[in-house]
Nanobody, 125 residues
């Protein structure tokens, strides 16, 4: 049974940092695209970042580039999203997603079959 468990969300003030974690289990972690998405109330789900677990190639959305970094620890089957210089507009539910493809369309939610439950990030001004 595929499981993706996110952690690390919380409430911070603008300019602060958080690190999200996504622990994967129940499937072969290699050769998967692992992505982070976020969804704020009343808005569409947005692709934030992704990493291809085998090669380590990454994608980061323009809206967060320079502030967010995605990384992975294959030994722990875990992907991280380091979020720095947080802004109120980063407030959203953050979801981890996974699928056995090469991250060719990393920002499309339809590319991913497996999803975590989400972790809330709230940034106050």
């Amino acid at each position: 049974q595929v499981q993706l468990v996110e952690s690390g969300g919380g409430s911070v003030q603008a300019g602060g940092s958080l690190r999200l974690s996504c622990a994967a289990s129940g499937y072969s972690y290699s050769r998967h695209c692992m992505g982070w998405f976020r969804q704020a109330p009343g808005k569409n789900r947005e692709g934030v970042a992704s990493v291809y677990t085998t090669q380590g190639s990454t994608y980061v959305a323009d809206s967060v580039r320079g502030r967010f970094t995605i990384s992975r620890d294959n030994a722990k089957s875990t992907v991280y999203l380091q979020m720095n210089s947080l802004k109120p507009e980063d407030t959203a539910m953050y979801y981890c997603a996974s699928d056995p493809f090469d991250c060719s369309s990393p920002d499309r939610s339809s590319s991913y079959a497996y999803w975590g439950q989400g972790t809330q990030v709230t940034v106050s001004s």
